[in-house]
């Protein structure tokens, strides 16, 4: 079968590997379609820990086709998506109910062979189903979806909040939407791409700024801004120093900051502490997608998250390369490798 791995930092190739053969509990899945995240790009940069040579890709779904001999609930044929983080439930963290922060962890696409590739396995725990009927490129969204609806939980939204998202790429865009239904009735969308400000007002957003035409801190939280001393929330969600430092002067005294966009890793940001302090702000991580993946899914089968536009195009295995080892055209959100593809 094809698949793209990851050999060493800056080294990635496109190339035939054998088929993998289920252990007695996983699944062996057929990749529908897998899509590139912003951590792709930081493991083949080296920002990332990561056990290469590995095949990459976390955020996937696909079609059962074998199964290991231990395996309950599934069937030849089921569609299902794959939560990429093993925890390994025994170690301290683990055994709190904090799985994301094992100690042993381990991810599909990171650490063991993932999803740019014609197959893939997942352990039978790790695996949910999808309705039959599902678009196939919508499974690839749940697990982008799962990570921000862990830092939505921990942001604390309820009726009537006020959030700011900083970034307009597919976190920011998924994250907005989850802003909403869980009750935000201001959300606001800070990025520099027109096309994806335009994109966030269609989807929820109740306005968005360009923090290139004005200081950003005045247009939302200053005298004559969108929210006067700031909002309920900010979930930071471009992973850039900038943003980070933004988030802190865009929160209300007592408000919430979430840091959820991943930077590269060794990169430092200054901060205020007395700021902090003075106006008594919550400052949480949120990392992936603890016990939330089930929701995605059903999140995605609901229709209640769009996500069709949010699909800038679709690559075959072969171009992946270059989507990888390159940063995002402009105004792209979301792309998707589809094994099989044909191109040219």
Do not use: W
């Not at 309950?72 to 994301?100: E, Y």
């Not at 769009?306 to 402009?330: C, M, N, T, Y």
Request: glycine share 12%.
């Amino acid at each position: 079968m094809k698949a793209m791995r990851l050999e060493g930092v800056g080294q990635l190739f496109v190339c035939d590997i054998d088929k993998p053969i289920p252990g007695p509990d996983d699944l062996l899945v057929r990749v529908e379609a897998c899509g590139v995240c912003g951590t792709d790009r930081h493991l083949f940069h080296g920002e990332f820990p990561s056990t290469p040579p590995v095949t990459l890709g976390h955020e996937f779904s696909g079609i059962v086709e074998a199964m290991g001999t231990s395996v309950t609930g599934f069937s030849v044929g089921d569609r299902i998506t794959g939560d990429p983080n093993i925890a390994c439930g025994r170690c301290p963290q683990c055994t709190a109910g904090r799985i994301n922060l094992c100690r042993n962890l381990q991810a599909i696409g990171i650490h063991r062979d993932g999803g740019f590739a014609d197959y893939v396995l997942v352990p039978q725990k790790q695996a949910f189903l999808l309705p039959a009927g599902l678009d196939p490129l919508h499974g690839a969204f749940c697990e982008p979806l799962a990570c921000c609806l862990h830092g939505i939980d921990i942001a604390g939204i309820r009726a009537g909040s006020s959030v700011v998202v900083l970034g307009g790429g597919v976190i920011g865009l998924l994250t907005l939407q989850l802003a909403r239904l869980a009750g935000a009735t201001t959300v606001i969308l800070s990025t520099r791409q027109a096309s994806r400000r335009a994109l966030a007002e269609e989807i929820g957003a109740t306005a968005s700024v360009d923090p290139t035409t004005d200081d950003i801190i005045d247009q939302i939280a200053g005298a004559n801004g969108l929210m006067p001393g700031g909002v309920d929330v900010v979930i930071e969600c471009a992973g850039v120093a900038e943003t980070v430092q933004q988030s802190f002067r865009l929160a209300k005294a007592g408000g919430t900051v979430v840091i959820l966009g991943v930077m590269p890793q060794g990169a430092k940001v200054e901060i205020e502490p007395f700021d902090i302090l003075f106006r008594e702000l919550k400052v949480l991580g949120s990392f992936i997608n603890p016990f939330v993946h089930r929701r995605a899914a059903d999140l995605v089968a609901s229709g209640a998250i769009e996500i069709d536009r949010l699909i800038s195009r679709k690559v075959s295995l072969e171009d992946a390369v270059d989507v990888v080892s390159q940063p995002p055209a402009a105004g792209e959100v979301k792309v998707l490798i589809v094994p099989g593809l044909t191109t040219g």
